[in-house]
């Protein structure tokens, strides 16, 4: 709807994230940090190119100036909905006296047990994966039916693509749950369990920054901002400012599982800072700054942080739910603040670069050029 009729993201996102802020009061303190965390896990590998894709698709058919703008800002709004819900349901389910029942990774005596863990494994990923893609799938070939008519040679291409991307999913899933879990889950515990336990926090902050890197979304946003954006934003700065970003998130994250400082400490003021610095940046850059939110708290996140945050949470005796959930929420977080400011960083470059060459910017942003500025400049 916002899409179709144009409806502004920033006002969006602000009453959304406001009323989201509003009812983590409302909630126990135990569904706090996962229901925040909830926003990031849930936009990973699968969702993140569909949604996007189907957002360039929804906003082509429009053919006002501001399509482009609003091409982003989907994924941000898979993002807030799930926090949204889940604070709900921790107002209905309300429990009592609960614990958290910590999960124990299984330790392979050989290769040949650990051969074992992993192909007992496979068959569970498949029917995960299957079930999740069937319904993509089945409304693909309904549409295909009825108005899509596509030829051959593009359908071949599809389907080649629908391989890739379950067999992909199949051994990304098999490989982070078997092996890559328990790997941040003991590393957690042997740093926090160290005589020096603040150490965890550059260390965590090193594995933060190159973490990012190899989660598979992040490629497929700063391919579309590139593209969307003719390259005004280079997808080397999107990289290295979300690098900087999910650095200081685990950071935070570290010093929490130490201090047990509650999460709210951090989200309430760093998403006031976010949805503040919306008012000062073009519309595509609040909508890819959220996007990018939701894009670097992917599975990787969720797969090796969360269980580092929970085993160091294990070795310092502190309360797994309380302090150990939030890790992805903090990344998604920074991701918002720090995206938003590479904005701000390039608006006072450019307007240092255009007061050099004499050229008047204008009130819309966007400059307005004679053959010999052009050239000058």
């Keep these: 709807l916002r899409m179709l009729f144009g409806i502004a993201l920033a006002p969006m996102l602000l009453a959304l994230y406001a009323g989201a802020l509003g009812l983590a009061f409302l909630v126990p303190g135990d569904f706090l940090a996962g229901a925040f965390d909830s926003g990031g896990v849930t936009t990973g590998p699968m969702t993140v190119p569909f949604i996007m894709a189907m957002g360039v698709g929804i ?17 941000a709004l898979c993002s807030v909905g799930p926090i949204l819900a889940v604070l709900l349901l921790g107002m209905i389910f309300r429990p009592e ?7 124990e990774y299984i330790e392979a005596a050989d290769s040949v047990a650990l051969g074992e863990m992993f192909t007992s494994s496979i068959p569970h990923y498949m029917k995960e994966i299957g079930v999740s893609m069937v319904p993509v799938v089945g409304f693909f070939a309904v549409f295909q039916v009825v108005a899509l008519k596509m030829d051959g040679r593009s359908l071949g291409r599809i389907a080649v693509g629908l391989v890739y991307t379950y067999v992909g999913l199949v051994v990304f899933l098999t490989g982070a749950n078997v092996g890559f879990m328990p790997a941040g889950s003991f590393l957690g515990q042997t740093l926090a369990g160290l005589r020096h336990r603040w150490i965890i926090i550059p260390v965590g902050m090193v594995i933060g920054y190159f973490i990012v890197l190899a989660e598979p979304a992040v490629y497929v946003l700063m391919k579309q901002v590139e593209e969307l954006t003719d390259g005004a934003v280079s997808g080397n700065a999107m990289k290295l400012s979300l690098s ?18 509650s999460v709210l400490w951090y989200l309430i003021p760093g998403y006031g800072l976010a949805l503040i610095l919306t008012f000062f940046v073009p519309k595509i850059f609040t909508a890819i700054a959220f ?10 996140t969720a797969a090796f942080l969360l269980p580092f945050a929970m085993g160091a949470c294990q070795a310092v005796g502190d309360n797994l739910v309380r302090d150990a959930f939030g890790v992805v929420a903090m990344v998604a977080m ?36 004679g053959d010999y500025d052009i050239i000058e400049l």
Excluded: W
Aim: hydrophobic share 40%.
């Design 244 to 261: 900087i970003g999910v650095a200081v998130s685990i950071g935070l994250a570290m010093t929490r599982v130490l201090t047990g400082i």
């Design 59 to 75: 906003s082509s058919i429009r053919n006002d100036k501001h399509a482009a703008d609003d091409s982003f800002g989907l994924v």
């Design 97 to 103: 006296g609960g614990d958290y029942a910590v999960q």
């Design 291 to 300: 996007d990018s939110g939701g894009v670097a708290s992917g599975p990787m």
């Design 334 to 369: 920074t991701s918002l603040v720090t995206i938003q400011a590479l904005e701000v960083f390039y608006q006072l470059q450019t307007r240092r670069t255009l007061a050099g060459a004499g050229i008047a910017r204008t009130d819309s942003g966007l400059e307005t050029f």
